[in-house]
């Protein structure tokens, strides 16, 4: 930007024309000047050419009319001369004084004017870095509350997921409490089961034992029961061969009255072997059968455990 543009075209048009003006004045000045000066010149080179002719035609005789002319002719243009020049002298200084006082005037004017732009070039300069100064501290201050307001979501992000991971460890601890608490349960079914198992055998070595003994007992009354059948056979062979064909009658009623006969004795025992052998099949069936339902709980609980353990 040039520094002129700020001032108006009049001021700058009227300085131009005083400048011009100026250089006119001076220049008809030094034209008069010139002038003046060289017309006393002409008039000495003439004056000098016709005395030097007259002098070549004759020699030169000068008396004192000749001195008084050419003296007084001097004295009558020299006082004129000096008073047109003063008064051009006067006129032209005061026409300078005036041309400076305009242009001291018209340049303390373009100063003023020059002043007073660059004065409303800094106030438009001060102005715009004051309004980038706002708009920076606007922007900073937008920025800002953004960046709080980031800030505050993400802590509320934060603190909710805090939140849900406590809420998830309650559980989890939950949890870990509950499958404690049916670890020490099924160690305490485990306890039970082993307990129960230890009885059951007791009891089922027990049983083997009773059978064993019923075994034995029955195999005893067998072997008894064989021998007294073979030794009532015998006795029969015997009775009927020595006394011929028995009183059945009174024979059977007397020894059914004492005695049971040989068929119900025989009877009585089948009975009782027949009853041991039915309470040993009881027990062994009651025993199996409580082992079975033993099995069958202790399955059932391991399946709940391992159920709850997945959820």
Same mark, same amino acid.
């Given at each position: 930007?040039?520094?002129?543009?700020?001032?108006? +075209?009049?001021?700058?048009?009227?300085?131009?024309?005083?400048?011009?003006?100026?250089?006119?004045?001076?220049? !008809?000045?030094? &034209?008069?000047?010139?002038?003046?000066?060289?017309?006393?010149?002409? =008039?000495?080179?003439?004056?000098?050419? =016709? +005395?030097?002719?007259?002098?070549?035609?004759? +020699?030169?005789?000068?008396?004192?009319?000749?001195?008084?002319?050419?003296?007084?002719? #001097?004295?009558?243009?020299? %006082?004129? *001369?000096?008073?047109?020049?003063?008064?051009?002298?006067?006129?032209?200084?005061?026409?300078?004084?005036?041309?400076?006082?305009?242009? !001291?005037?018209?340049?303390?004017?373009?100063?003023?004017?020059?002043?007073?732009? *660059?004065?409303?070039?800094?106030?438009?300069? &001060? !102005?715009?870095?004051?309004?980038? /100064?706002?708009?920076? #501290?606007?922007?900073?201050?937008?920025?800002?509350?953004?960046?709080?307001?980031?800030? &505050?979501?993400?802590?509320?992000?934060?603190?909710?997921?805090?939140?849900?991971?406590?809420?998830?460890?309650?559980?989890?601890?939950?949890?870990?409490?509950?499958?404690?608490?049916?670890?020490?349960?099924?160690?305490?079914?485990?306890?039970?089961?082993?307990?129960? &198992?230890?009885?059951?055998?007791?009891?089922?070595?027990?049983? @083997?034992?009773?059978?064993?003994?019923?075994?034995?007992?029955?195999?005893?009354?067998?072997?008894?029961?064989?021998?007294?059948?073979? /030794?009532?056979?015998?006795?029969?062979?015997?009775?009927?061969?020595?006394?011929?064909? %028995?009183?059945?009658?009174?024979?059977?009623?007397?020894?059914?009255? /004492?005695? %049971?006969?040989?068929?119900?004795?025989?009877?009585?025992?089948? @009975?009782?072997?027949?009853?041991?052998?039915?309470?040993?099949?009881?027990?062994?069936?009651?025993?199996?059968?409580?082992?079975?339902?033993?099995?069958?709980? #202790?399955?059932?609980?391991?399946?709940?455990?391992?159920?709850?353990? #997945?959820?």
């Amino acid at each position: 930007m040039s520094l002129f543009s700020w001032l108006p +075209s009049p001021d700058i048009s009227e300085f131009l024309a005083a400048i011009a003006l100026d250089k006119t004045v001076l220049r !008809s000045f030094q &034209k008069s000047e010139d002038s003046l000066s060289v017309a006393p010149r002409v =008039q000495l080179a003439l004056a000098q050419q =016709q +005395s030097s002719s007259s002098s070549s035609s004759s +020699s030169l005789h000068f008396d004192k009319t000749d001195v008084d002319a050419t003296a007084s002719s #001097r004295l009558h243009i020299s %006082p004129d *001369l000096s008073a047109m020049f003063a008064d051009f002298q006067v006129t032209l200084s005061e026409q300078l004084f005036e041309y400076q006082s305009n242009i !001291s005037s018209k340049l303390h004017k373009i100063e003023q004017n020059v002043r007073d732009s *660059l004065s409303d070039q800094a106030a438009v300069f &001060k !102005s715009l870095s004051q309004e980038a /100064r706002q708009e920076s #501290r606007t922007l900073d201050d937008v920025q800002t509350i953004r960046f709080n307001e980031f800030r &505050k979501h993400v802590l509320e992000q934060n603190a909710s997921i805090f939140i849900g991971l406590a809420d998830v460890r309650k559980e989890v601890d939950a949890v870990n409490a509950k499958v404690d608490i049916m670890a020490k349960r099924l160690n305490d079914f485990q306890k039970d089961a082993e307990a129960t &198992k230890e009885a059951h055998s007791h009891q089922l070595f027990e049983i @083997q034992s009773q059978a064993q003994e019923n075994h034995a007992v029955i195999h005893a009354q067998l072997s008894e029961l064989v021998d007294y059948i073979h /030794r009532g056979r015998a006795e029969k062979k015997g009775e009927s061969g020595s006394r011929g064909p %028995p009183q059945t009658s009174n024979v059977q009623v007397g020894s059914a009255e /004492r005695t %049971p006969s040989f068929e119900q004795r025989v009877k009585m025992a089948q @009975q009782r072997i027949v009853q041991t052998v039915l309470n040993t099949d009881a027990a062994n069936r009651e025993s199996q059968e409580a082992a079975e339902r033993d099995r069958e709980r #202790r399955r059932k609980e391991a399946q709940s455990l391992k159920r709850r353990r #997945r959820d």
